[in-house]
C-alpha cells in the first residue's frame, strides 16, 4: 500500500515537472518571437523542429541549472547587504539563463545580458505560477512547495502534535476603531469573518487596550515580548548617565533595552518555547529570528537577523513578483502624493525624496518576506510565532490614518491574514490566530505646520536663544520672545550682545510624534522646576501657556513631581486623581500613565505632550507626520486585541485591558492553557547571560 502511495507521487511528480518543462519552452519560443535581442536560431536559420528543440533543452538546462545551482549562489549571498540581495537576484538569474543557452547542444542560442535578465525574470514567474496551479491540487505537494518556497533552510518537518500552536500577527499602528471601520466597510472580510460579521458565527473576540504613555512601537512591543517597557520613555529619549540619545529602532538601542528588559525580568521572552520572531524590534526570547532589529548589531548573529531575506529570494520568482509590487507600489504613492498636492489637501506633509522608496520597502518588501518566513514557521510547526507588519502604520504617518492611501493598505493585509489562515491548513498541527496593534494613529497637522515654528524652535525662545528668523517672524516665535522679554526684564537677541551660552548647556529637543523631551545635558541629574525656574525663568510659562501644548511633567523639589498647565496651573502627581487639570481631556489613565513615567530614571527634564482636541480626536506632531503616536491624546492610545474564542477572555467583564506588560501576562497565559501546563516558560541561556 505505501509502494503504492510513493509510485504515484513519483509520478504526479514527474507529470507536474514535464508540464512545467513544457510551458517554459512555450514561454522561450513566444519571447524569442517577440525580443529583437533574443534568438534561438543560427543567422542562417534553422527549421521549426531545432527552434524547438533549443527551446524545450535551453528551457531545461535553465530549471535544472535553478533548482541545483541557485541554492548555493543563496548561501554565498549570506556576505552582501540584504538590501542589495533583490536587485542582485535578477542579474544572477540572467546569468544562469545565458549558461544554460551556451551549453545547449545547438550552440546557437544567443541573448543580450539585458534581455537575458528580462527573459530569466519571466521564465521563472512562469514556471512558478505553473508548478504552484498544478500542485494546489495536490495537498502534499502543495505543502512542500509553500515549505521549499518559505524557508530553504527550514528543519524537517515535525510529526503531526494535536496541541495547538498560536501565531500572533502585529497590525503595527491600526487603532481599534480603524479595525473596526475596515471590518464594517468590507475592507478586510478576512477579519469580518473572525469576528462573525454577516451570517458567520464568530471564531474570535475584539478587545480594545490602553498604552501606557509612550503609545509607539519600541515601548509596546519590548513590553508584549519581554514583560517590560520599564524606562522606556519615548521613542527617543537622551541619556545623562551615558551621553547618548536612545531611539527605539536603532539597532545599538534596540539591543541595549532588550538586554535592560531581560536582566529586570531574568526571563527571555514570550517566545523562548520553539518561538520564532519575525519583522519585530526585539526578539522575544525566540531561537527563530528573521528581520529582527535587536540582533543586527551582532555580527556573530547578524545572518539570522537576515535570514528571512535570503530564505524568501532565493526563490527567483518570489524575487520578480516582489519587485513589479515594488514598483507598483512606489509608483502608487507618487501619484497619490501628486494627487493631494493638486488638490490641496490638508493637513499634508512631504512625501517626496525616497519615501515613495521608503513606503514601498515597507508595504511589499517587509511584508512578503514576513509573511513568507510565518508560512515557514506554520510549516515547521512552531509552537508560538509573533510577526510585525508595519505597512500602515509606515503610509498613515504620511497619508493619514483614516485616508484612502491606508485603506488600500489594509485591504492588502488582509489578504496576507488570508494567505497565512490557508496555509496552516497544510501545517502539521492547529494554530490559532491572534491579531493585535501595538497602538493607534492619531489625526492633526504638525505642530510646525499650524504655528510656524517647531518644538525646539519654542524651547530655544524660552531660554533666550537665539530662533531661526522664519521662527521668529511667527505669532507663535514673537510671543515666545515676549515672555521671554518679560521674564528677564531685558531684550532678547540685540545685536552683538547677546551671550549664548556654550553648546553643552543648550537643550536637547526630542520628538516622539506628539511627545517632546526637553533634557540640560550640561546638569547629571533631572533638574527640578525650581533649578529651571532659577536658570531659565520664562521657559516653563512659555510653553505651558502655548496653545499647541496640552501639559508638562517636571520634577519637584516640593511635591516630587507636577503638572503644569497653561495660566500657571501646577498639580502636584498625588492629586491628578481629584484635580487632574489639563490631563482631563486625556480620558481615562492619563494620570497613572504620567505618574508611571515620572519614575522612570531617564524621563526628561521636561515632559511636553502636545494639545489634544476631544471633539475631532486631533493632536499635533512634534515630528513631520499628519497621522502620529508616542504621546496621550485620541486613538494613538487605543489598539486593539483578536483572540480567538477558544482562548480564555484577556480580562474579566468590566476590566480593562491597560498597558503593554498586561498583554503580555495575556499571551503568556493562552501559550500556557495551548501547551496545557502552567509551567513558566524559561529563558535562553545566552539571553540570561547578556
Known amino acids: 500500500m505505501g509502494g503504492g502511495r510513493r509510485w504515484r507521487r513519483a509520478a504526479s511528480q514527474v507529470g507536474r515537472s514535464v508540464a512545467v518543462w513544457a510551458v517554459s519552452t512555450v ?76 551549453i545547449t547542444p545547438s550552440g546557437q542560442a544567443e541573448a543580450a545580458p539585458e534581455t537575458a535578465v528580462i527573459v530569466a525574470a519571466v521564465m521563472s514567474a512562469v514556471a512558478s505560477a505553473t508548478g504552484a496551479a498544478l500542485a494546489v491540487r495536490d495537498d502534499d505537494a502543495y505543502r512542500r512547495r509553500l515549505h521549499r518556497l518559505a524557508d530553504r533552510r527550514r528543519r524537517r518537518l515535525p510529526p503531526c502534535s494535536s496541541t495547538p500552536g498560536t501565531v500572533v500577527v502585529q497590525l503595527d499602528g491600526v487603532g481599534h476603531d480603524v479595525l473596526r ?60 548617565d551615558t551621553g547618548e540619545v536612545m531611539v527605539c529602532n536603532r539597532p545599538s538601542s534596540a539591543v541595549e533595552l532588550q538586554r535592560r528588559a531581560v536582566r529586570r525580568t531574568g526571563g527571555g521572552g514570550l517566545l523562548t518555547a520553539d518561538g520564532a520572531s519575525r519583522g519585530n524590534l526585539f526578539g522575544g526570547g525566540a531561537g527563530e529570528l528573521a528581520l529582527v532589529l535587536s540582533v543586527a548589531a551582532r555580527r556573530d548573529r547578524a545572518s539570522r537577523s537576515r535570514a528571512g531575506y535570503f530564505a524568501y529570494f532565493s526563490d527567483p520568482a518570489n524575487a520578480v513578483r516582489t519587485f513589479l509590487s515594488f514598483v507598483a507600489d512606489a509608483g502608487r504613492e507618487i501619484g497619490q502624493s501628486l494627487r493631494a498636492r493638486l488638490r490641496e489637501e490638508r493637513p499634508r506633509v512631504s512625501r517626496g525624496g525616497l519615501y515613495p522608496l521608503i513606503r514601498a520597502f515597507a508595504t511589499v518588501v517587509e511584508r512578503d518576506v514576513v509573511v513568507a518566513a510565518v508560512m515557514g514557521d506554520l510549516l515547521a510547526g512552531r509552537t508560538a510565532v509573533y510577526a510585525d507588519l508595519v505597512a500602515y502604520d509606515e503610509v498613515a504617518h504620511h497619508s493619514g490614518p483614516h ?11 488582509d489578504r496576507s491574514l488570508a494567505l497565512i489562515e490557508k496555509v496552516a491548513e497544510h501545517a502539521p498541527r492547529p494554530y490559532r490566530f491572534v491579531l493585535l496593534s501595538d497602538h493607534g494613529q492619531s489625526p492633526g497637522e504638525t505642530f510646525r505646520s ?13 531660554c533666550g536663544l537665539s530662533v531661526p528668523r522664519r521662527a521668529g517672524r511667527t505669532r507663535s516665535g514673537a510671543e515666545a520672545r515676549a515672555a521671554v522679554r518679560a521674564a528677564l526684564g531685558r531684550p532678547v537677541e540685540e545685536s552683538g550682545e547677546d551671550r549664548r551660552p ?12 506628539n511627545l517632546g523631551l526637553v533634557s540640560f545635558p550640561d546638569v547629571p541629574h533631572r533638574m527640578s522646576q525650581e533649578e529651571i525656574d532659577a536658570r531659565h525663568p520664562a521657559l516653563l510659562s512659555t510653553l505651558a501657556d502655548h496653545p499647541g501644548v496640552g501639559f508638562l511633567l517636571v520634577r519637584s523639589e516640593e511635591h516630587g513631581g507636577v503638572v503644569l498647565g497653561a495660566r500657571g496651573v501646577r498639580i502636584p502627581l498625588a492629586e491628578l486623581d481629584t484635580a487632574p487639570g489639563p490631563l482631563a481631556l486625556f480620558g481615562p489613565g492619563a494620570a497613572d500613565a504620567v505618574r508611571r513615567t515620572h519614575s522612570f530614571p531617564h524621563a526628561a527634564d521636561i515632559m511636553v505632550n502636545s494639545s ?9 506632531a512634534f515630528e513631520e507626520q499628519i497621522g502620529s503616536h508616542g504621546g496621550l491624546g485620541g486613538a494613538q492610545g487605543h489598539p486593539f486585541l483578536l483572540s480567538p474564542l477558544d482562548c480564555s477572555p484577556p480580562v474579566q467583564e468590566g ?19 495551548a501547551a496545557g501546563t502552567g509551567a513558566p516558560l524559561t529563558a535562553e541561556p545566552e539571553e540570561r547571560a547578556a
Open 27 to 102: 514561454t522561450l519560443l513566444v519571447l524569442a518571437g517577440i525580443l529583437p535581442d533574443f534568438q534561438l536560431q543560427s543567422p542562417d536559420g534553422d527549421s521549426a523542429t531545432t527552434v524547438a528543440v533549443t527551446a524545450a533543452l535551453g528551457a531545461g538546462a535553465f530549471g535544472v541549472l535553478s533548482a541545483v545551482v541557485w541554492p548555493l549562489l543563496v548561501r554565498l549571498l549570506l556576505l552582501v547587504p540584504a538590501l542589495v540581495l533583490g536587485l542582485l537576484v535578477f542579474f544572477l538569474n540572467g546569468s544562469l539563463l545565458l549558461l544554460a543557452l551556451r
Open 181 to 240: 471601520d475596515a471590518v464594517d466597510e468590507g475592507l478586510m472580510p478576512t477579519v469580518a469573518r473572525w469576528l462573525g460579521a454577516g451570517e458567520g458565527q464568530p471564531t474570535h473576540r475584539l478587545t480594545p487596550w490602553r498604552t501606557d504613555w509612550s503609545s509607539q512601537t519600541g515601548a509596546s512591543q519590548l513590553g508584549i515580548l519581554h514583560g517590560t517597557n520599564h524606562d522606556v520613555p519615548a521613542f527617543r529619549w537622551y541619556e545623562k
Open 612 to 620: 489634544h482636541d476631544p471633539a475631532d480626536g486631533e493632536v499635533l
Open 502 to 513: 556654550a553648546r553643552r548647556s543648550e537643550p536637547v529637543v526630542l520628538a516622539s510624534g
Open 403 to 413: 485616508s484612502r492611501d491606508a485603506a488600500q493598505v489594509l485591504r492588502r493585509l
Open 655 to 673: 476590566e480593562d485591558l491597560v498597558g503593554a506588560e498586561h498583554v503580555h501576562r495575556v499571551l503568556r497565559r493562552w501559550l500556557h492553557e
Open 450 to 462: 499650524r504655528y510656524g515654528l517647531t518644538l525646539g524652535d519654542l524651547v530655544r525662545a524660552g
